[in-house]
């Protein structure tokens, strides 16, 4: 097969959750330990590190590749979704995965795949190990698709285990509270392996706690522990922060290449992983690596999709944040852009409660509905519809690309365009 015939294989005959949504989902570790054990359990090859949250976990697991590969560790980093390509799932040391070892997989193990029948998930788990293992990494940071419990990654055992916040999302899944979606992600907390915890929220603290305590894990709080400081915006994608651990300040000016204030969140989580794996002798953390790390952060990882600009003039800001957590954020450091109109691209999928996110978008914002380009794509027309009943008003257009090019016709150089809503509406555009 070739790479494209491949690709075709890997999205229309395996069920794909991000394409057809709640059906792809499995209920057990079967597939992904069948699958894994005819390949030789190349999970056991290399040592790693899981995260889970429902919001800033790829942001985090980004940002502790870059800090990994900046002290000299060849690492592996495995992200999902994707946006444009593939492999953007499988990476080492920032590189994608080669084609010809995608291809390779697939043609090598086609007969395992009809005997297993695993998800396209499942096998892309599993392509990410093998490729870790045969590549030989020092380490990988794995994130979690959906949830943690019963999520395909959850057959590794690593040196430790990040979770980074928690907030209403994949309900139909994972839970309708917040302490039920809590208990999904605690799923990840190994037997004494320790545990960090982003923030310390009080209806999910004791989910964790209990866990951690039944796993006999050690457990720990970055909120509790580090306190960031916005000090500064250096352009429109780097943010400056000072850094407090307790009453002492241990950087000062340490530059991301990350925007907004709320990146301080990840960043505490951040601190709190590298400290534990320092404490644990994992790792020799040294200041001008970080800090080299983190301000090199998107060329390093080719980390993209998140408050990433698309334009200049007008300012185009694209950010795969869905949820009630995450857009909160997003619209909350949009609303502190200087600008003389806002316009938003939105589209969403067709399983998303509404109700939580579109009352957080701006009234005043100019709205461009479109449909994301995947089965589970909302249409244009109920979108618009929706937004209605939240004082939301805008047009709607065939396709997110005619959406966008419809608000920069409509848009002068002081002008703000957001385009987001869905993590497909961003893959249409980066």
């Not at 059906?23 to 894994?36: P, Q, R, S, Y």
């Not at 090859?45 to 697991?61: D, E, L, V, Y």
């Not at 992983?273 to 020799?284: A, E, M, N, R």
């Not at 497909?424 to 555009?429: D, H, L, N, Q, R």
Request: hydrophobic residues 40%; proline residues 3%.
């Amino acid at each position: 097969m070739t790479y494209k015939e491949t690709l075709a294989f890997l999205y229309t005959q395996l069920p794909m959750y991000q394409r057809v949504g709640s059906t792809a989902f499995k209920k057990n570790l079967d597939n992904i330990l069948a699958l894994c054990e005819a390949l030789g359990n190349p999970q056991n090859q290399f040592q790693s590190i899981h995260i889970a949250g429902t919001n800033g976990k790829g942001t985090t697991a980004h940002m502790l590749s870059s800090v990994l590969q900046a002290h000299g560790k060849k690492t592996g980093l495995y992200t999902s979704p994707h946006y444009r390509d593939f492999r953007e799932r499988i990476k080492i040391d920032g590189q994608l995965m080669p084609r010809s070892k995608v291809v390779q997989f697939v043609a090598n193990h086609h007969d395992l795949f009809k005997k297993i029948r695993p998800s396209f998930f499942e096998i892309t788990v599993a392509m990410a190990f093998q490729h870790f293992a045969q590549s030989e990494v020092d380490i990988a940071v794995i994130e979690t698709g959906l949830g943690g419990r019963l999520d395909s990654t959850n057959i590794i055992r690593p040196l430790l285990s990040v979770i980074t916040n928690i907030s209403l999302d994949h309900q139909s899944m994972l839970g309708d509270t917040l302490p039920e979606i809590a208990g999904e992600k605690a799923g990840i907390i190994k037997a004494g392996i320790p545990v960090v915890i982003g923030e310390e929220q009080a209806a999910v603290k004791m989910v964790f706690e209990k866990k951690a305590k039944e796993m006999k894990s050690a457990i720990s709080f970055a909120s509790q522990n580090y306190d960031l400081f916005s000090k500064d915006s250096k352009g429109i994608d780097h943010t400056i922060f000072e850094v407090k651990r307790g009453d002492e300040k241990i950087y000062k000016d340490l530059e991301v290449n990350v925007k907004g204030p709320f990146q301080s969140k990840n960043i505490s989580t951040l601190l709190e992983t590298l400290d534990i794996l320092s404490q644990d002798g994992h790792l020799l953390l040294k200041e001008d690596r970080l800090r080299h790390a983190l301000k090199n952060l998107k060329s390093l990882t080719r980390y993209i999709g998140r408050w990433q600009i698309l334009d200049h003039q007008p300012l185009t800001i694209t950010d795969s944040a869905h949820n009630e957590g995450g857009l909160a954020i997003v619209m909350e450091s949009l609303k502190q852009l200087p600008c003389e109109n806002l316009y938003l691209v939105l589209g969403s999928v067709n399983d998303k409660d509404l109700t939580k996110t579109l009352g957080l978008l701006p009234k005043e914002a100019q709205y461009f509905f479109a449909k994301p380009n995947i089965p589970r794509g909302l249409a244009a027309e109920q979108l618009q519809e929706e937004a209605a009943a939240f004082g939301l008003q805008g047009k709607c257009y065939s396709s997110v690309k005619n959406a966008w090019r419809a608000a920069k016709r409509r848009a002068s150089a002081k002008d703000v365009i957001f385009i987001g809503g869905s993590t497909f509406v961003v893959a249409e555009v980066v």
